[in-house]
């Protein structure tokens, strides 16, 4: 496949059925099986942002991430697949004191490395200002034809993408998706009908992600569930990791423990705990992320605990 037309092109993933707990049938969107690398919602994102960075003449992708994040290695990916430069700014300076220590220790950071991706390390206070922080600023000036793609990749042309989650055939009750910058879940809010229900399950700790998703969607059918974030973003428990592992075992399908196991271990304590009505059908969106679970585990064995095992 021409790798333009694979930015260009809408994907269809399958639905598959998970279960049934107490007259409530849960699907699942394989929004994961889209590409290793660049699955679920960071092709969702990238599409609409890559498609227009193609019509310009040699031009060069920044964005931003963390020390694990799925954006940067799915930047990374992307922009190799289609010859374009890319930088990628990532959140805390120390990781560039020893470079050659970070990416031997770091799968994330030396998978976009060795894409071809230029790696600069900044400030926690730096990384907050995001595009007007004084390395950015200084980019825009030397850099001919940059192309800043936001944290996360959630911006307009994002939300754009991630409407295209969902089609005409997914009439479910309830549309179930984890959150983290909320373009996701805004876009897929943005797609529902007026008698759909949408949950986002936050990684993060906070009501702040209500605001963030305001800002894209005026729709009303939607709630924020901020009980499951085990601590908040890339934290994990013996817990989680044990349900992801049973998860893996039962149906046969990798989670992710940043995103996706959250979302699901606290939708099922939703459906046992009689949260939904019987006969209600549960359509939950798998947004990829399984890049991760590599630096999850060296960190969790580090750490002396139970491992992520999908053999």
Not at 221 to 232: D, V
Request: hydrophobic share 35%; with cysteine; glycine share 8%.
């Amino acid at each position: 496949m021409d790798h333009r037309s694979f930015f260009e092109q809408n994907y269809n993933s399958k639905n598959e059925f998970i279960t049934r707990i107490n007259d409530i049938d849960i699907y699942i969107k394989r929004e994961d099986l889209i590409h290793p690398i660049i699955s679920g919602n960071k092709f969702r994102k990238l599409k609409y942002n890559l498609t227009e960075a193609m019509a310009m003449e040699d031009p060069t992708i920044v964005t931003f991430g963390g020390a694990f994040s799925n954006h940067i290695a799915a930047t990374a990916e992307a922009c190799h697949m289609l010859g374009m430069k890319s930088i990628g700014i990532v959140r805390g300076d120390e990781l560039g004191i020893d470079f050659e220590n970070t990416l031997t220790h770091n799968s994330t950071l030396r998978f976009a490395y060795q894409k071809g991706m230029k790696l600069a390390f900044v400030t926690r206070e730096d990384y907050r200002l995001k595009e007007n922080m004084p390395f950015v600023e200084n980019l825009k000036k030397s850099t001919q034809n940059l192309f800043c793609i936001s944290e996360g990749g959630t911006n307009s042309k994002a939300i754009l993408g991630c409407k295209e989650i969902l089609t005409s055939a997914d009439d479910f009750d309830v549309l179930c998706c984890s959150v983290g910058t909320g373009g996701t879940f805004a876009g897929l809010v943005e797609a529902s009908t007026p008698k759909q229900q949408c949950i986002g399950f936050s990684a993060l700790k906070g009501e702040f992600l209500k605001q963030e998703i305001k800002k894209w969607t005026q729709k009303k059918n939607w709630s924020l569930q901020t009980n499951y974030h085990f601590g908040g973003y890339a934290k994990v428990d013996s817990e989680l990791i044990h349900f992801m592992n049973q998860f893996w075992k039962k149906y046969h399908i990798p989670l992710d423990p940043v995103y996706t196991a959250k979302m699901f271990f606290g939708l099922f304590g939703m459906m046992e705990s009689g949260l939904f009505s019987k006969n209600t059908r549960i359509l939950a969106i798998h947004t990829g992320g399984l890049q991760g679970i590599e630096g999850m585990n060296k960190y969790l064995k580090k750490k002396g605990c139970q491992t992520i095992n999908y053999h």
